[in-house]
Protein backbone atom coordinates (compact mmCIF):
# COMPACT_ATOMS: atom_id res chain seq x y z
CA UNK A 1 0.00 0.00 0.00
CA UNK A 2 0.84 3.52 -0.74
CA UNK A 3 0.82 5.68 2.58
CA UNK A 4 0.38 9.40 1.90
CA UNK A 5 1.40 11.84 4.78
CA UNK A 6 0.51 15.51 3.61
CA UNK A 7 1.83 18.05 6.14
CA UNK A 8 -0.44 21.55 6.28
CA UNK A 9 0.55 24.34 8.74
CA UNK A 10 -1.74 25.75 11.80
CA UNK A 11 -3.58 27.74 8.43
CA UNK A 12 -4.39 24.34 6.93
CA UNK A 13 -2.06 25.12 4.05
CA UNK A 14 -0.52 21.81 2.30
CA UNK A 15 3.39 22.16 3.40
CA UNK A 16 4.38 19.29 1.75
CA UNK A 17 4.03 15.31 1.10
CA UNK A 18 5.36 11.86 1.73
CA UNK A 19 4.67 8.76 0.63
CA UNK A 20 5.81 5.45 1.70
CA UNK A 21 5.36 2.05 -0.32
CA UNK A 22 3.86 0.54 -3.26
CA UNK A 23 -0.03 -0.16 -4.22
CA UNK A 24 -0.17 -3.78 -3.70
CA UNK A 25 2.11 -6.69 -2.80
CA UNK A 26 4.87 -8.34 -5.20
CA UNK A 27 4.03 -11.49 -4.24
CA UNK A 28 0.20 -11.40 -4.44
CA UNK A 29 -0.56 -9.06 -7.45
CA UNK A 30 -3.91 -7.53 -7.57
CA UNK A 31 -5.63 -6.12 -10.18
CA UNK A 32 -5.29 -2.16 -10.60
CA UNK A 33 -1.91 -1.77 -8.69
CA UNK A 34 0.02 -0.96 -11.47
CA UNK A 35 -2.52 1.59 -12.66
CA UNK A 36 -2.15 3.24 -9.09
CA UNK A 37 1.39 3.38 -8.70
CA UNK A 38 1.72 4.79 -12.42
CA UNK A 39 -1.32 7.36 -11.47
CA UNK A 40 0.66 8.01 -7.95
CA UNK A 41 3.80 8.58 -9.10
CA UNK A 42 2.72 10.63 -12.55
CA UNK A 43 0.77 13.34 -10.28
CA UNK A 44 3.83 13.67 -7.67
CA UNK A 45 6.24 13.58 -10.16
CA UNK A 46 4.82 16.19 -12.05
CA UNK A 47 3.79 18.38 -9.10
CA UNK A 48 7.42 18.57 -8.10
CA UNK A 49 8.65 19.52 -11.55
CA UNK A 50 5.89 22.44 -11.90
CA UNK A 51 6.95 23.61 -8.32
CA UNK A 52 10.43 23.80 -9.74
CA UNK A 53 9.79 25.03 -13.39
CA UNK A 54 6.65 27.78 -12.93
CA UNK A 55 8.05 29.22 -9.45
CA UNK A 56 10.51 30.34 -7.55
CA UNK A 57 9.70 28.45 -4.53
CA UNK A 58 12.52 26.43 -2.74
CA UNK A 59 11.34 22.99 -1.96
CA UNK A 60 13.21 19.89 -0.71
CA UNK A 61 12.78 16.85 -2.60
CA UNK A 62 13.84 13.11 -1.74
CA UNK A 63 12.84 9.62 -3.42
CA UNK A 64 13.85 6.42 -3.48
CA UNK A 65 12.01 3.88 -6.04
CA UNK A 66 12.99 0.64 -4.47
CA UNK A 67 11.28 0.87 -1.36
CA UNK A 68 8.61 3.35 -2.89
CA UNK A 69 9.72 6.91 -0.75
CA UNK A 70 9.23 10.20 -1.93
CA UNK A 71 9.17 13.06 0.43
CA UNK A 72 8.61 16.97 -0.37
CA UNK A 73 8.98 19.67 1.61
CA UNK A 74 8.80 23.25 1.15
CA UNK A 75 11.38 25.41 2.61
CA UNK A 76 10.48 28.91 2.32
CA UNK A 77 7.18 30.85 1.98
CA UNK A 78 4.74 29.57 0.01
CA UNK A 79 3.30 30.85 -3.51
CA UNK A 80 0.09 31.13 -4.64
CA UNK A 81 1.01 29.00 -7.60
CA UNK A 82 2.81 26.19 -5.47
CA UNK A 83 -0.01 26.32 -2.73
CA UNK A 84 -2.35 25.09 -6.16
CA UNK A 85 -0.09 22.67 -7.49
CA UNK A 86 -0.02 20.73 -3.99
CA UNK A 87 -3.75 21.42 -3.76
CA UNK A 88 -3.89 19.59 -7.18
CA UNK A 89 -1.53 16.78 -6.40
CA UNK A 90 -3.31 16.19 -3.00
CA UNK A 91 -6.71 16.37 -4.94
CA UNK A 92 -5.74 13.35 -7.52
CA UNK A 93 -4.48 11.64 -5.11
CA UNK A 94 -8.10 11.47 -2.47
CA UNK A 95 -9.73 10.88 -6.05
CA UNK A 96 -7.29 8.01 -6.36
CA UNK A 97 -8.11 6.96 -2.68
CA UNK A 98 -11.86 7.16 -3.41
CA UNK A 99 -11.61 5.03 -6.29
CA UNK A 100 -9.29 1.96 -5.32
CA UNK A 101 -8.90 2.76 -1.79
CA UNK A 102 -7.20 0.01 0.68
CA UNK A 103 -5.05 -2.26 0.01
CA UNK A 104 -3.69 0.65 -2.78
CA UNK A 105 -3.18 4.12 -1.17
CA UNK A 106 -4.38 5.62 2.28
CA UNK A 107 -4.08 9.13 2.87
CA UNK A 108 -3.54 10.45 6.02
CA UNK A 109 -3.06 14.52 7.00
CA UNK A 110 -0.54 15.94 9.78
CA UNK A 111 -0.52 19.24 11.09
CA UNK A 112 3.28 20.67 11.44
Known amino acids: MVSVTVFVDSEQHYTGIQMLGHAGLKDDPQEGQELVCAAVS ?4 NMS ?9 SFEVDQEEESGTFRFRFTSDISSESQLLINSLVFG ?10 PYIKICFKEV
Open 93 to 102: LQDIEEEYGE
Open 49 to 57: NSVEQFTED
Open 42 to 45: ALTI
